[in-house]
């Protein structure tokens, strides 16, 4: 018996469990991931915060000139006027007024194509059309130009006026809107739909009284998204909207111009002409100013977007 209560009252040898190993295990490769994920945000943020400093530490300055809000290039080179004029009135009027008219056009089409996909979509032609919104999503800008020319001008023979660059843009901005507008759409429950039917409401005033309203926030900040994308595009406006230094207002003739043609204007004479560097450098800081305020807009929007039951 003795030795028996002395076999039982031997110490246990203590074996790590597998439970043990596999929580090591996976805190190391959790302490990995987390280590390469910040060195890739940082290795990422390098660039992007260098060219932010290079742009407004030489931009800035041009920036708080009232000259450069209130003119335009009006009379800059001509004999008897001062080249210092730095204005860029005009093509801040024309990258507002093409925007404005991209999202007049753009918007209403993508709305429409996102209640249809995610309210009425069934069988090939959704396939179709959502197959289309996502081969728009990555045509490269400069495609978009060209059909737009090739329609514009050799097909109906007409002669390129701003509106042209809208058109362009529009291809641009109807899948960004349309994605952004379906995820919205996704999340307003179904029982809103589904007591609303229960009373009668027809499905079309149902969309239009209370799916669309319930989304609103949702589908502004993706509107303003779209926007602030459109405004930044350089190529459809290099092919089809010629620089003028000239104040244009009406976007159905003659040239207007932006503030991407204003960089590629006055980027030839940077290197031998400070003035030009000045009108560059003030250009691309206002340029990233707008993208950021209405980025910024978005996401202020975007913070009441909630679907609530």
Request: proline share 4%; charged share 10%.
């Amino acid at each position: 018996m003795s030795t028996s209560n002395e076999a039982v009252a031997a110490p246990r040898v203590a074996v790590p469990s597998l439970a043990a190993h596999r929580s090591a295990s996976r805190t190391t490769t959790n302490t990995v991931a987390a280590v390469v994920m910040w060195s890739s945000f940082f290795l990422a943020l390098v660039p992007l915060v260098w060219i932010m400093w290079t742009v407004v530490s030489k931009g800035f300055t041009v920036m708080l000139s009232a000259t450069w809000w209130l003119k335009d290039q009006s009379g800059v080179g001509a004999a008897g006027f001062d080249d210092s004029i730095r204005g860029m009135r005009h093509a801040l009027v024309g990258t507002l007024t093409m925007a404005a008219i991209t999202s007049i056009i753009a918007i209403p089409i993508a709305i429409a194509t996102a209640v249809y996909l995610i309210e009425y979509g069934r069988g090939r032609l959704t396939k179709v059309v959502s197959f289309m919104v996502d081969i728009l999503s990555g045509v490269p800008s400069i495609v978009a130009a060209l059909f737009i020319y090739a329609v514009w001008v050799t097909t109906f023979g007409l002669q390129l006026i701003p509106l042209c660059a809208s058109l362009a843009l529009v291809l641009l901005m109807i899948p960004v809107v349309t994605r952004s507008t379906e995820e919205m759409l996704r999340l307003v429950p179904n029982e809103l739909r589904e007591a609303s039917y229960a009373l009668g409401v027809p499905k079309w005033k149902t969309i239009l009284h209370i799916v669309i309203p319930t989304a609103r926030s949702g589908i502004i900040t993706g509107g303003l998204l779209g926007f602030a994308r459109v405004a930044g595009e350089t190529a459809p406006l290099l092919l089809l909207a010629a620089y003028t230094q000239y104040l244009n207002q009406n976007p159905f003739s003659g040239n207007m111009a932006a503030l991407p043609t204003l960089i590629n204007t006055n980027v030839r004479f940077m290197s031998g002409d400070t003035v030009s560097a000045q009108r560059v450098w003030g250009a691309a800081c206002t340029l990233i100013l707008i993208v950021l305020v209405i980025n910024l807009i978005g996401r202020f929007v975007a913070s009441f977007a909630r679907v609530k039951n």
